[in-house]
């Protein structure tokens, strides 16, 4: 059987989502007008270049100056209007971020803010009636995508401070939650602890992981899981559709043994075709 990387080194530049980004949408301003941007990455709106955010995490978690200032001031990763698809993913990769500010050179506003999830939504639009990579059809297990091991997880009786530490230690964006038995119930993300905020329960942390998700201020229909057996093209469908995050993989019993992330999803369709390691950088050809 052919290994993940001869299978993309064979059909990256001739059918695979590589030769689209490249190809046919060099540039971010290739649509036709700039109106049309907010309606195939509508996460975003205008805003002052003063701005700043600061990680709620980061900030409750505060441990001392030095520490709390190498973690906040850290320089603004952002891409010109006119950088193509391929070289945002790139960034976004590389640089271990979520969220990739498109700004404006002359007055030093953001335009737009680029995702994992937006762009993945448009690869998937604007590619669903063309010629697939064959490593659309292998499965999670042979292609050996996503995270398998040290994979970090809390519990529903969990207190919330711990959950933090967690977030914090691990530099990880979301924690499933096992039951005793060892079944994903449940996950818990950066995004919920926003409701500590909103809920202003923030000064309360030692309810339980359960108690705090019960203060969601969006329905939750439940975690989206998947199979080391599904194919590529079947996860990235299921990711897209459920608009999450990640999948959680999990076995015969529910239990989990893996996450894969948007990011994983891109690495395998954009940067590795490219030679680009899970860490962003150009790998030396051997055979040069």
Known sequence: MLSFHDLLSQEALSLGY???????????????TVSELPRLFPSVELWDSAVVCYPFCS????????????????????ISPDASLFDAVHSLIKNKIHRLPVIDPISGNALYILTHKRILKFLQ?????????????????????????????????????????????RRVSALPVVDESGKVV?????????????EKTYNNLDITVTQALQHRSQYFEGVVKCSKLEILETIVDRIVRAEVHRLVVVNEADSIVGIISLSDILQALILTPAGYSPWGHKELDTNE
């Open 18 to 32: 590589l030769r689209f980004l490249l190809a046919h949408f060099m540039s971010l301003m290739y649509f036709s």
């Open 59 to 78: 900030v409750h978690m505060y441990r001392g100056p030095v520490l709390y200032l190498q973690e906040t001031f850290k320089p603004l990763v952002n």
């Open 125 to 169: 639009l604007f590619m669903s009636d063309m010629p697939k990579p064959a490593f659309m059809k292998q499965n999670l297990e042979a292609l050996g995508i996503g995270t398998y091991h040290n994979i970090a997880f809390i519990h529903p009786d969990t207190p919330i401070i711990k959950a933090l530490n967690v977030f914090v230690e």
């Open 186 to 198: 449940d996950i818990y993300s950066k995004f919920d602890v926003i409701n500590l905020a909103a």
